[in-house]
């Protein structure tokens, strides 16, 4: 819903237009691994895909990836090695043109993932502002810590640009990353437990619970998570899984984002790390309920998308949400409903389909109707069978992810055994060279 910004529109409009001018122009320099496996291939996409959303945030001016990749092939021909050193990433930065350079690393300790990034100030030849966010090592995983670090890395020019941070009051809250996604500790004791959203969307006909409204595939009904943590409630659950059904039986909603929202009661940072990690939660649990992890990607907002008034608590309870964007294979129509274990039979059509289609050598076809399986009856044995297709269609990360899951909810066993040395197995062949 568009709001009124009538009076700082005219504040802007008698101010000098600079803004263009403070905008940074970035250099983005490819991702360096350490004690994690990823191919250059993997680690140049990142990269681009760090540029990508960093030049998303209107915060900043990216340097195209051609021309700062000639810049570093020109370089590497003089020096032989790599740009991964400050004084490099500096010259380099300079040389395209650039007022700042961004490096960002992947460190693997024990079972995860940290992504690190700093943005150097090129002027100054100075270290500027750091953003560090944990998560899986899949890439994946990876990814969503990508988007939590850019994300951050936004706001703080944003707090910048407005001539510097929020109160020292909002700032109190400093946030853990614990959980699956980044868990963050509690706003300051005046918060309140959040109370559910008004008056929702009806649901389309027929639809049960979801109606497509623009280019947004709204629920009937709010996700709920605990009082200032991104741990979604189980009241919720049910609503996910309808969720995930409709979108597994829709495979022509080809992209989506899920976007995390708050209301604006703590600092900026803290409510768009909230935020980020809420999505994040939605969209890890839309994964293990059977959706293709590459259809989704996940992004929190914070306070910048408020549909009402923070005002009123009802006001609050609304700008409080995650929403589910479709970004690509919209419907000119609602999408079909999903198809319940009623409405099947039951998952065991889908699960026989799977075994035929593994039996044939056809694994891509295999992976789509186990998955199909598991959002209609969400078995351990068929995340082992999802876990089987990954492996063979060489997705190692995807499998040793799928088959951890299974060893998390069958612990133990002849199967579970060798899911496990499946996973040793599979880790191996990610350190080889």
């Known amino acids: 819903m568009p709001r009124c910004w009538c009076l700082p529109l005219l504040l802007l409009a008698s ?69 991964y050193s400050q004084s490099c990433q ?36 100075t270290s500027g502002t750091s953003a560090t966010a944990k998560g899986e090592c899949s890439e994946d995983g990876i990814q969503s810590s990508i988007d939590l670090v850019v994300a951050k890395l936004a706001a703080s020019a944003g707090a910048s640009a407005r001539g510097g941070t929020s109160p020292a009051k909002e700032d109190a809250p400093a946030p853990v990353a614990k959980p699956e996604p980044p868990v963050a500790k509690p706003e300051p004791p005046v918060a309140k437990p959040e109370p559910p959203v008004a008056r929702p969307d009806p649901p389309a006909p027929g639809g049960r619970g979801l109606v497509l409204a623009g280019n947004e595939l709204r629920l009937a009904a709010p996700i709920h998570f605990e009082t200032n943590k991104p741990t979604i409630h189980r009241q919720s659950f049910a609503l996910l899984d309808e969720l995930a059904r409709t979108l597994v039986a829709n495979p022509q909603l080809r992209r989506l984002r899920v976007e995390g929202h708050s209301d604006n009661r703590g600092s900026a940072s803290y409510l768009l790390e909230l935020s980020q990690a809420r999505a994040s939660a939605v969209r890890a649990y839309l994964v293990r309920r059977g959706v293709d992890g590459a259809r989704l990607e996940a992004v929190g907002y ?21 929403t589910i964007v479709v970004l690509e294979g919209a419907p000119a129509a609602a999408p079909a409903p999903a198809p319940t274990p009623a409405a099947s039979g039951d998952a065991r059509a889908h699960f026989q389909r799977g075994q035929r289609a593994y039996s044939e050598g056809r694994y891509a076809d295999a992976l789509l109707a186990f998955r199909a399986a598991f959002a209609l009856q969400p078995l351990p044995a068929l995340e082992f069978n999802i876990a089987r297709c990954h492996e063979q269609l060489g997705q190692l990360a995807e499998a040793i992810a799928a088959y951890r899951r299974f060893i998390a909810r069958s612990p133990t066993g002849a199967t ?17 060279p």
Do not use: W
């Open 15 to 83: 101010a000098p237009a600079r803004a263009e001018e403070k905008k940074p122009v970035v250099a983005v320099f490819e991702i360096q691994a350490q004690n994690v496996v990823l191919s250059p291939v993997v680690l140049s996409a990142l990269a681009t895909y760090v540029a990508s959303k960093l030049a998303e945030t209107g915060r900043y001016e990216v340097v195209p990836q051609d021309k700062l990749k000639e810049a570093l092939t020109e370089n590497k021909k003089k020096t032989y090695k790599d740009c």
């Open 90 to 125: 500096i010259a380099i930065g300079q040389e395209v043109a650039a007022n700042k350079a961004l490096s960002t690393k992947v460190l693997k300790l024990g079972s995860r993932c940290t992504v690190t990034s700093d943005l150097f100030d090129l002027r100054k030849a």
């Open 302 to 322: 914070g306070m910048m998308k408020p549909i009402a008034p923070n005002l009123t608590a009802a006001g609050r309870a609304r700008n409080r949400r995650v």
């Open 416 to 432: 579970t055994d060798h899911a496990r040395e499946r996973v040793r197995q599979l880790e191996a062949r990610q350190r080889a």
